[in-house]
C-alpha cells in the first residue's frame, strides 16, 4: 500500500512539474504565436477582437514583404553584418578572454573591470557620441561602421563569458601541450579551444543575436543604403496606420535564421550554459 502511495506521489509530482513547464513554454511562446498566427490573416481578421478566433489562412502578406526585393537586400544585409559580427567578436574575444584566464600582468584586474563597465553602459548613451565618431571618420552607412559598433558592445560579453571556462580547465594540460613541443599559439588552438567549446558556441550564438536584433545602433548609423532586417520591419506604415500583415510577415521571416541557428547548435548552447552556470 506504501508502495502504491508512493508512486502515486511520484507521478502526480512528475506530473505537475510538465504541466507547469508547459504552461511557462505557452506564456514565453504567447508573443511568437500570435506574430506568426497575424502573419497569415488578412487585414479584416487581423482586427477581429479575438485573436485567437477562426480565420481564412492567406499568403498574402508574405507575397506583398517578398516580391519587394529591398526586404531580401535588408535581410542579407543584417546576415552579413552578424556573422562577421559573431567572428570577429568570438576570435578576438576568446584570446583576450585566454589572456586574462592564464597570464598575469600589470592592470590586469583593472582592465577586465573595463570591459565589463563598458558592457553595462547603456547603448543608448553611446548612440550621439558613436553617430559623430563615425560621421568624423566617413563611416555612416558602411558595413565596416556598423560591425564596428556591434563588435564594441558584443566583444566584452564574449570575454567574461568564455573567461570561466578558460579557468576551469587546470594549468597541467596546458604545460603538457608545451613540454611535447607546442607552443603558446598550438596549445590554445589544439587544447582549449576543444575543451571550450561549449563557451564558443554560447558566446557564438548569443553574439549572433546581439547583432541580428539590434535595432539602436542600426537605426543611427545605417541609411538607406544599409538598413538591416528590423529596422525595414519598423518601416511598414502606409497612409491610415501600420500594416500589422506586413510587419508580422515580415517579423516571422526574420525569425527562422534565430530558429535554424538554435536547433541545430541546441546541444551546445545547453551544455554550455549549464558548465557555465556551475563554474
Not at 233 to 247: A, E, L, R, T, Y
Amino acid at each position: 500500500m506504501l508502495n502504491k502511495d508512493v508512486s502515486k506521489w511520484k507521478l502526480n509530482k512528475k506530473a505537475i512539474f510538465y504541466i507547469s513547464v508547459l504552461i511557462l513554454l505557452l506564456i514565453e511562446l504567447f508573443p511568437i504565436i500570435l506574430v506568426f498566427l497575424t502573419s497569415f490573416k488578412s487585414q479584416i481578421d487581423i482586427f477581429n477582437a479575438n485573436p485567437f478566433s477562426a480565420f481564412m489562412p492567406t499568403l498574402d502578406n508574405y507575397k506583398e514583404v517578398l516580391i519587394d526585393r529591398t526586404f531580401l537586400n535588408n535581410l542579407k544585409h543584417s546576415m552579413i553584418i552578424a556573422l562577421v559580427t559573431t567572428t570577429i567578436s568570438v576570435v578576438f574575444g576568446v584570446m583576450a578572454s585566454y589572456s586574462f584566464a592564464r597570464f598575469n600582468f600589470k592592470g590586469d584586474q583593472k582592465i577586465g573591470l573595463a570591459i565589463l563597465a563598458s558592457r553595462m553602459i547603456p547603448p543608448i548613451t553611446l548612440s550621439v557620441p558613436l553617430f559623430l565618431l563615425m560621421r568624423k571618420v566617413a563611416l555612416l552607412d558602411t558595413y565596416f561602421g556598423l560591425i564596428l559598433a556591434h563588435v564594441s558592445f558584443i566583444m566584452p560579453y564574449v570575454i567574461w563569458m568564455t573567461l570561466p571556462f578558460f579557468q576551469g580547465i587546470p594549468k597541467a594540460y596546458e604545460e603538457a601541450a608545451l613540454i611535447d613541443g607546442c607552443s603558446r599559439f598550438g596549445a590554445f588552438y589544439k587544447i582549449f579551444v576543444p575543451l571550450v567549446a561549449p563557451g564558443l558556441v554560447v558566446s557564438a550564438t548569443f553574439s549572433f543575436l546581439f547583432s541580428w536584433n539590434d535595432f539602436l545602433y542600426a537605426l543611427i548609423l545605417a541609411g538607406s543604403e544599409l538598413k538591416t532586417a528590423p529596422i525595414v520591419v519598423s518601416g511598414f506604415i502606409g497612409q491610415f496606420g501600420p500594416k500589422w500583415g506586413s510587419m508580422t510577415a515580415a517579423g516571422s521571416l526574420i525569425l527562422i535564421p534565430i530558429f535554424i541557428f538554435a536547433l541545430i547548435l541546441q546541444k551546445y548552447i545547453i551544455s554550455g550554459l549549464a558548465v557555465g552556470g556551475i563554474d
